[in-house]
């Protein structure tokens, strides 16, 4: 087992803890126990709505760097894999398809919160924002939302 800091092991607990806590949440409210999620992923925007395609893991299984887990690897890594799985993208250029991300910000340990990251366009619309929800079991009221220009 590699070197781990007091500081580290302390902050995988308190992930580990609030997993399990969000969980319940998710039983609570939808009936469902549902393990929230963080991941990397790609929008397809189809005449039906939206689809994501990408990586996800459990909350407890993420990378945790400097107080926020993240799926292990990152859109670079995944882009293929993406690509087999979406046949209407073998043509398509990496920085041409719109990508998102999940992730855990364990820093704040009275009201830790999932970051929601995805492209500036998409600000407004709330049918994606709660697929992103829906898809990595986040609760709405621990979510809070970036919108960048670089997706």
């Known amino acids: 087992m590699p070197d781990i800091s007091i500081k580290q092991l302390a902050k995988e607990i308190f992930v580990r803890n609030k997993q399990s806590e969000l969980t319940r949440l998710n039983l609570q409210r939808t009936g469902v126990s549902a393990v929230p999620q963080v991941a990397v992923f790609f929008i397809e925007e189809t005449a039906e709505g ?29 882009w293929r894999d993406v690509q087999d799985e979406n046949l209407a993208w073998a043509k398509k250029k990496y920085l041409d398809v719109p990508r998102g991300s999940v992730l855990f910000d364990a820093n704040n340990i009275v009201k830790p919160m999932f970051i929601v990251t995805l492209p ?8 994606l924002i709660d697929l992103v929800l829906s898809t990595y079991h986040i609760p709405a009221e621990r979510a809070v939302y970036r919108f960048e220009e670089l997706y």
């Open 50 to 78: 939206f689809k994501l395609h990408g990586k996800s893991c459990n909350l407890q299984d993420g990378r945790l760097q400097d107080g926020i887990k993240s799926y292990p690897d990152n859109h670079c890594l995944i």
């Open 120 to 127: 500036l366009k998409y600000r407004d619309n709330q049918q």
